[in-house]
């Protein structure tokens, strides 16, 4: 290959990576797409130990629960809620349980306004605002007790602002609880999320949150993305590049 040959390459080349650096430079941060963490062995324990090491902080948490399973407000029981992350609930709602029956139910925030429908109720709060990046999904259900048994809790057909993210579902054994969770990471509000939930049991229902499932928003550390001076500085390396080597060209052609 001439050595011309090999300069224009080589300038075609420099040219190529500043033009792609300086569209990351352009190309705005919700590009992101949405991605699923694997958390199936994810443990209660373990959730706490994300917060307490500041890898995730809650933003507000939206939870579905047996509750009495009895539909009667001002029961001194909800049967949904729309909680802080400390655990305190700023709405909540009631409803009475069908043993297996499934419910549609939708999530939606807008970075200052959480609307949350589930069995035909739906509570509203104004009292969040802010980035939400990060969703943990959880599901629980409670060991098998004296006249109750088999519980279980699903979230099926799991759709997040379009894209469908499967299902997550726990059920109870003699002797065993189950504790499962799903992470959405890299998502921004807007958001909306959908599905379908249903609790069944055997005997006896469980009471309060033995039966119960969680959205906790929130936000986790953020991952390492190049930032917008790395980009830039790949675009001017690029650009400084390509005009260094005209230069060469020049002075070989005095």
Same mark, same amino acid.
């Given at each position: 290959m001439s050595n011309l040959t090999k300069k224009i390459n080589a300038r075609n080349s420099l040219l190529a990576l500043g033009v792609t650096a300086f569209g990351l430079l352009i190309a705005p941060n919700s &590009?992101?797409?949405?991605?699923? #963490?694997?958390?199936?062995?994810? %443990?209660?324990?373990?959730?706490? /130990?994300?917060?307490?090491?500041?890898?995730?902080?809650?933003?507000?948490? &939206?939870?579905?629960?047996?509750?009495?399973?009895?539909?009667?407000?001002?029961?001194?029981?909800?049967?949904?809620?729309?909680?802080? &992350?400390?655990?305190?609930? #700023?709405?909540?709602?009631?409803? &009475?349980?069908?043993?297996g029956n499934v419910y549609d139910f939708s999530l939606m925030y807008d970075g200052s306004k959480v609307t949350y429908e589930l069995g035909g109720k739906t509570l509203i709060s104004n009292e969040f605002s802010g980035l939400a990046n990060s969703i943990f999904l959880r599901t629980f259900a409670q060991e098998d007790r004296g006249n109750n048994s088999n519980n279980s809790v699903k979230l099926e057909d799991l759709v997040f602002n379009g894209e469908s993210i499967g299902s997550l579902s726990s059920l109870g054994a003699q002797n065993f609880e189950d504790v499962d969770y799903?992470?959405?990471?890299?998502?921004?509000?807007?958001?909306?999320?959908?599905?379908? /939930?249903?609790m069944s049991w055997t005997g006896n229902n469980p009471m309060r949150s033995n039966l119960a499932f969680q959205? =906790?928003?929130?936000?986790?550390?953020?991952?390492?993305?190049?930032?917008?001076? /790395?980009?830039?500085?790949?675009?001017? %390396?690029?650009?400084?590049?390509?005009?260094?080597?005209?230069?060469? =060209?020049?002075?070989?052609?005095?």
């Open positions: &590009a992101q797409a949405m991605n699923l #963490v694997n958390r199936t062995d994810l %443990t209660d324990s373990d959730f706490n /130990t994300l917060i307490n090491k500041g890898e995730f902080s809650e933003l507000f948490v &939206a939870e579905g629960r047996i509750g009495d399973n009895n539909g009667r407000e001002n029961s001194g029981e909800r049967e949904l809620g729309i909680n802080t &992350a400390t655990g305190a609930n #700023v709405e909540a709602g009631d409803l &009475a349980w069908g043993n799903l992470q959405l990471t890299d998502i921004s509000e807007p958001f909306t999320l959908t599905g379908k /939930t249903s959205i =906790k928003v929130g936000n986790s550390t953020p991952t390492s993305v190049p930032e917008p001076g /790395t980009i830039g500085g790949i675009f001017i %390396t690029g650009m400084t590049g390509l005009g260094l080597s005209k230069k060469n =060209k020049k002075d070989e052609e005095i």
